[in-house]
């Protein structure tokens, strides 16, 4: 087969995908999935398909790559990404070679392919890393102003910190759910303004947090850092990510120290990990940075992702309403700046670590990533098809994210986290 690079436009599937997939030969995500009666592993979605990488190497198909024994039979991504980005990347060029509309290797073989390519409604999708660490950043300049404008000063929204580090705090690992796993609604103490004393008892301001996440591949030492100019090496992908939040819980408690109650309750990702090799064709340069960041935060050549991103509220046994539309590159703060300042006191990092990019709000209304700020702060409801209101998120309501980069060409999409919120347990 001549060398084609896995993002050329002209590349097409002998698996049938449709135009508006999220999955065409051009994206190749990875996720882990439970055919039936097996073990979960490894695969790559294809249109409405998934490649069984576990298969493909048991069969040959990666003869010659050095790869560990049954790497692909694992329950988690970790340890294929922790093999580092050469590996990584040439296994992503083989199975694009291997998928595309004139290569006959797996195509005409159809015992192999029988059991490689199995149809998406046929298996169940596992979390896709196992996350030691998770950090949650605050790098949206637009969502970091309102909320500075709700709770704080308006004509000083933004504590003086903001525009010199990528403002970040340690989440819970334990409570990251995957896309379908229904939440409850979390309970806590909660003081009213007009009130004495703290109550305590369920949420009643509970909020999505529209987000994406970054995954690392290749553990660091203690002691050592990483630079914006290598940061990527050690970035395997992205997922979508919808960071949980108790706004009344959170209010109540995050002075002096931070989020506590009030987010570690769940957060959600959806199943497939886009690799950032994918969102080569839709690099973008952030927002201006002024000031100039310190010397460790400085970033040659655009750093960002044009990625679209909206979420939608379906009550129960409802329709979608769409409330809001975003865009990742709206970020102020790159994950290369992120994650150079997350490691330059020496903190080392893991395969799967989580890095949730913190709320991703655009400039409009229309495009703020939290109910907080779409209702703003419960002054301005949002009505949905069947008539009914939203100050913020209901029991039984579901709350879908969705997120996809767009060019003349293809479309390169993450497919979808969903969750449904169940009603406190008390």
Known sequence: MGMIHANDPSLTSWIPVAPDSDFPIQNLPYGIFKPSNRAPRVGVAIGDFVLDLHVLQETGYFEGFKLPFQIFRRPFLNDFMALGKQKTNRVRERISEILREDNHELRENKIVRHRAVIPMEEVEMQMPVFARDYTDFYSSIEHATNVGKMFRDPDNALLPNWKHIPVGYHGRASSIVLSGTSIKRPSGQTKADTADAPTFGPSKLLDFELEMAFVT?????????????????????????????????????????????????????????????????????????????????????????????????????????????????????????????????????????????????????????????????????????????????????????????????????????????LPAYL
């Open 217 to 421: 591949n290749v553990a660091t030492p203690m002691g050592d850092s990483i630079s914006t100019t290598h940061a990527e090496t050690f970035i395997f992908g992205m997922v979508l990510f919808n960071d949980w939040s108790a706004r009344d819980i959170q209010k109540w408690e995050y002075v002096p120290l931070g989020p506590f109650l009030g987010k570690n309750f769940a957060s959600s990702i959806s199943p497939w990990v886009v690799p950032l090799e994918a969102l080569e064709p839709f690099r973008v340069g952030g927002p201006k940075q002024d000031p100039e960041p310190l010397p460790y935060l400085k970033q040659e050549g655009p750093k960002n992702f044009d990625i679209n991103l909206e979420v939608a509220i379906q009550p129960n046994d409802g329709e979608e309403h769409t409330v809001c539309r975003s865009n990742f590159k709206h970020m102020y703060w790159s994950m290369s700046q992120q994650l150079a300042h997350h490691t330059v006191n020496g903190c080392n990092i893991n395969p799967g670590d989580l890095y949730g990019s913190g709320t991703i709000s655009g400039p409009t209304p229309d495009s703020y990533g939290s109910m907080l700020e779409l209702s703003w702060r419960g002054t301005k409801p949002i009505t949905l098809p069947d008539g009914s209101t939203r100050k913020f998120i209901e029991d039984y309501d579901t709350v879908v994210m969705r997120g996809y980069c767009k060019n003349d060409n293809y479309r390169i999409g993450f497919g979808e986290v969903r969750t449904q919120v």
